[in-house]
Structure formats: C-alpha cells, structure tokens
C-alpha cells in the first residue's frame, strides 16, 4: 500500500488526524472548501475555526473532559497542546484565543512537509487512496448527499434533536420504577402485592416516573415560561419540520403532553396503586445501564434552564444530567451501525469517520477521533497494530459508545457515566471520579504508540 492518505475538512477532528498521519510518515491531502466556500456557521479562513465558546471546558481530572484532554495530553495530540500554548484565563477550564489558536493550527498543518492542504471542496467519498472522513456537523450538501448514498438512506441524520441523558445512580427509586408500558397494569385491586413483587423483574430497559396532577401542572408551568436557545434561520428550517420540542408541545395546550410523550396509559403509581396523571419515561441509553434518556425530551431550552426545569420532574430532583437536549443543524451518520471502535467502516477498510460526524459532540471530543482516526489509518497503512484504547479511558469509551449497536443512537459527549463502573460502591462523587481518572491514566501510561 502506498504510503499517502486523503484527510476532508479542516476543523478540529480533520487537522488532527492529518497531523498524526504525518507525524508517522505519511503523506497527507488535506482537502478544506474554506475560502472557496463557507458553511452558514463559518467565516475564518484559518483551519480548526471554533465557532461557538471559546472554551474547551474544565481541565480538572474530576471532570469527564479534563480527563479527556489529560488524556490526550499524553498521547500526543497537537491540538490540544495548541489550545494549551493559545490560553487565555478562565479559571479551571481551558479557554482559547480562538483567532490565535486556528492561526496556530494552520501554520502547523501548512509548515509540515507531509501535508498537502487543497483549498477545494470534495464532493464525492475519494477512492484512489485510503481516506478520513471530518467534514464536520455542518457538512456541504453534495458531500452528504454522495455519503448518504454510499451508506445508505438511512444512515445520515441531518439535525440533531437530542433528548438530555441522566445518570442512573441520580434518580431517586422512591419515586421511580422500572417497565414497559403496560406491564405494569394491575388488572385487579387485589393484585396489587402480586404486582408489586413482579415489578421487581421487569426488564429494566425502561425507568418511569409517576406525577400526580398538582405535581404535572407545576411542571407544565415552568416548562412553557423557560428560556430558550435562539437558533439560526437555517437550522429553524432543518429541524422543526423534522421534531418538536417538548415546549413547543406543550404550548399547544395543557394536556397535549398527557397524550403524548408523558401519556399515562398502561402504567400503575406503585406509591398509590392507582394511573398516574402523568408519567415521564427513562429509556437505557447503553449496555451497561448507567445512562438513561428522558424519550420525547427533545428541547431547546437553555442548559441551566434544562437543569431547572427537568428536576421538578419528581424522581429526578437531584438528576446528574450528563448531557443536556440540543437542537441544532447537525449531519452525522449511524455510526453504531457503520464504525467500529477505530472510527473505521465497518464495510470498507480504507474509510475512516471523524469529529462530529460520528456522533461524537463537542471540541476535545472532536480532536480524540481525529487522534483514533488517524493513529489507526497510519498504522494500517504501514502495517502496525491497531490502536484500540481500553474502555476505562474517556478517548476509549467515546470509541466505544459510537460503535456499539443502540436502538436509539444520539451524538454523546464525554461523561463518567460512559466509562465501566466501579466494583466498589463510592459514594461521594469527586472521590468517584478521581479513581475513575486514576485508572484511566493508568491505562493510557501503558500505551505504546
């Protein structure tokens, strides 16, 4: 195999993997359509444009994220160290001149002599050598028209309607209860010691939470009077045609959400024995049942609001929410079907998904793709060992999350939550995360690349 790979975009991801394809020899066409042609969200010309904060998040190890950037720290990544030698202050997380850091990063992919940036748009998946895939969340159409072709029609979303995910350990089984709509229906009063000893078996693949009626109208008031994200025209075109938001809904009248997502039907309040008037469902978001997510909670409330707003949902006030609802133009593929843990197609060897494509969401998360991607194409291409990093680090359980088959596939940020549990029960919180941290680098300190 010759010695040369196509890398398309240059954000985040893209520019990674370039730099490590090149770091290991190989010669890299770096193809990125800025100038030529910009995406409604873009308008520097530099390579690895933040458009959003300028904040890459916390840099403390009892945060999912700065475990993730020590991490990556450790491996070598080049961005990273960019954002570090481009910081500015913002206390404990890790903040960037956004200018400085995409003129850093240009300069570095543009004085590597294995590196190639094509200022053109790519329009068609290349076949004449092997190729990563970083165009991004905001994609150009014929690229992801050509993508979904080649996938399949079903594999490419093109907004992303995210409900917000919950860890486990946070909700309060006083309240909730495990099983699936109508399991749980007692068909006789007095049953209700015979159902209540079977609830305790139910698959567990769904949480649930009762309301009563003062407690619903509580919850409807606050959730139609929250503050919302103001979104750009095109993304308002993309997504409200294709989702609603659960306050949208609910605008619709007060009980539009009792016959829809929150509809009552086939369950039983094992607190009363009674149908509850209204009740929210948790779904398990992965294998190991730490996640859950609240189905029909696709939201464009603001975070703080999400935060406020979801825990007078009774059960969940002291929800841990790992991942707020999002709304927004998004293109990524199903990648827990396509990808395997290398963000390699399963299909086709010589292609490789990367950044938020993949499902995959935010700026750090982004950049340990491009790492995966691009560690694992070199190695291919010269014959090494693949790289597959254990699940106990965060760059590991990402690269799992995406490429382990999910029924219902959402893009997924770093969090604890994704990463093995503990043997040990812990449970103040920081000292939880602190082991979970001390293992993963454990495990990354063991890593030859």
Known sequence: MKQEAIVIGGGLAGTEAALQLAKRGIKVKLYEMKPIKYSEAHSNKNLAEIVCSNSFKSNLLTNACGLLKEELRRLGSFLIQTADNTSVPAGQALAVDREEFAKKVTELIEKEENIELIREEIKEIPEEVPVIIATGPLTSEALAEDIKTFLGEKQLYFYDAAAPIIEKESIDFNIAFYGNRYEQEREKEENIELW??????????????????????????????????????????????????????????????????????????????????????????????????????????????????????????????????VMHRNTYIQSTKLLNSKYQLKTNQNIYFAGQITGVEGYVESISSGLVAGINLANQILEKEELILPKETVIGALADYISTEKENFQPMNANFGILPQLPEKIKDKKLKYLKLAEISLEKISNIKL
């Not at 308002?236 to 045609?241: D, G, L, N």
């Not at 190991?288 to 979801?310: C, D, H, I, W």
């Open 196 to 325: 209540k000893k079977r609830i305790e078996n139910e698959e567990k693949s769904y949480i649930n939470l009762p309301m009563n009626k003062e407690e619903y109208e509580s919850f409807y008031n606050e959730l139609i009077n929250a503050e919302v994200v103001t979104l750009h025209d095109f993304e308002k075109r993309e997504i409200f045609e294709g989702c609603m938001p659960i306050e949208i809904m609910a605008k619709r009248g007060i009980d539009t959400l009792r016959y829809g997502p929150l509809k009552p039907v086939g369950f039983t309040d094992k607190r009363t024995g009674y149908r509850p008037y209204a009740i929210v469902q948790l779904r398990q978001d992965n294998k190991e049942a730490s996640l859950y997510n609240m189905v029909g909670f696709q939201t464009n409330l603001k975070f703080p609001e999400q935060k406020r707003v979801f825990r007078k949902i009774p059960g969940l006030e002291n929800a841990n929410f790992l991942k707020y609802g």
